[in-house]
């Protein structure tokens, strides 16, 4: 694909605000001139937007300012005038009752700050898990030159000589104490070793996931993904992108121009091949949306299905994202997937170049960390998607990250109605379980959380690990870790709030999943099925307002990509003229 730039120079967006002699623009001018800005900086230069998610109540994204500043030099130094601003942060670690249910608030946020400010194009400052998909749902929606920047990874954990995975690492220590494995001063020791720098989960959990797929979809400079946070070389990629994108605005290179259905095809088969969070499916189907691509979970299927998984990182593999790095990061990747026939190479990116152009001279450094593909971690990574009685519009599994021997699997549900019905529930001794049992959790969806928190991923029962058992198929509606692991069927839909069959499921019924024929279904008669739905009643009650009302009112499922119904759609960057 080629691209043509636009004739230069031209007249900027921003001097509807800043332009010539009027009462208005020495309204604007003057007002922005108390920051100690000359007056030459307002004759038609590219006015630049650093949209920053920085915020200390989200750790992965608490050292972004820092690389604000770098991404100012960059600006300053091509000619352009930065200007920083925040917007929401939706912090992993610590939003309750999830911070997926603040994706879209911090969407909109974006959308809104760009279209209603003079600004030319922006550099996007994301990290944390829903800050990517957020900051590029956002500035698809405007429609004005964007490039992001991630925060980077944090370093490499270590607990008594062995790699510590942040989030990875919790899931299974955790599991360890229940089964006696662990002590708690252990597990209070290892705490210390878990995040010992900046920057995001350093697993390929959805944050690293994310951050690739920006660079997959050809939003990102190549190599940006994995670089650890606190390299100086992140500081030379935020530096670097802020010359970038005063050139994306005098060659008026947009999001819709890179976000093509090419990108996003490129972008499905790099999250195969780097064992990708779960999450990413949601977040590139609401990404979709907003540049009017028509994405579902059958091009998942289609395009991911025979990708191999070549990097050997947690939660799939033995590496974490500082070994990725230095053995050539996403670049190898694509360019692996190139060779092989699997990447459109002539998709746009950012750059101004196509993806294949990107990447034609980079080398893989180390072959234990990205494996030639005659030794991939599995042949068919990627996500695969499950349909049936159980799930009529998909429910998704990682095998990358699931147990062989489960990927093929019949047995008996235990059923849990939400996520404190499995809480009261699941340390029993007497609960009727075992390793063959199926755990079946309701009512975690888009709607029934709300916000599709991630539980997904639920924890044995102390009585199965006590036995050494490590893995079970688990079945729900909700959302899980991209750090996290295990034969985890997730984003059932429709989901159980909405009268999705998974809300029917009782204790005692079977179930059989067959990942390599993508079926789930539920050996349930059909009459039985029908009745049951017939009788169901809805449990989740709307808020009586606030943001959770209009959450609950306009949430799409998962299938879809859990964005607002009204958001769906570029809206353009056009605002309605002002007068003083």
Known sequence: MSFTKAAWPRRLRSQEWYGGESRDAIYHRSWMK???LPADLFDGRP?????????????CNAHLRDLAERVKHGIYEAGGLPVEFPVFSPGESSLRPTAMMYRNLCAMDVEEALRANPLDGVVLLAGCDKTTPALLMGAASVDIPAILVSGGPMLNGWFRGERVGSGTALWQMSEDIKAGKMSRADFLEAEQSMSRSPGSCNTMGTASTMASMAEALGMALSGNAAIPAVDSRRRVMAHLTGRRIVEMVKDDLKPSDVLTLKAFENAI???????????????????????????SLDDWDRCGRDIPTIVDLMPSGRFLMEEFFYAGGLPVVLKMLLDGGKLHGDALTVSGSTMAEEIAEVRNWNEEVIRPVDRALTQQGGIAVLRGNLAPNGAVIK?????????????RAVVFEDIDHYK??????????????????KNCGPRGYPGMAEVGNMGLPPKVLRRGITDMVRISDARMSGTAYGTVILHTSPE??????LAIVQDGDMIEVDVAERRIHLDV????????LESWKPTAREP???????????VGGADTGADFDFLVGSRGHEVPRESH
């Open 269 to 295: 088969c790099a999250n195969g091949a780097i064992g990708g969070s779960t999450n990413a499916v949601i977040h590139l189907l609401a990404i979709a949306g907003r540049v009017g691509i028509e994405l």
């Open 34 to 36: 108390n920051q100690g």
């Open 399 to 411: 095998p990358s990250a699931a147990s062989r021997h489960l990927m093929k699997h019949r047995g």
């Open 47 to 59: 006015v630049v937007g650093i949209c920053n998610t920085w915020s200390e109540l989200t750790p």
């Open 424 to 441: 009261a529930r699941i340390e029993d001794e007497n609960l009727d379980i075992d390793e063959n049992s199926v755990m079946v959790l």
């Open 496 to 501: 159980a709030a909405r009268g999705g069959p």
């Open 544 to 554: 009586a307002s606030g943001y959770a009302k209009l959450f609950h009112r306009h």
């Open 525 to 532: 008669p059909e009459e039985t099925i029908r009745a049951r």
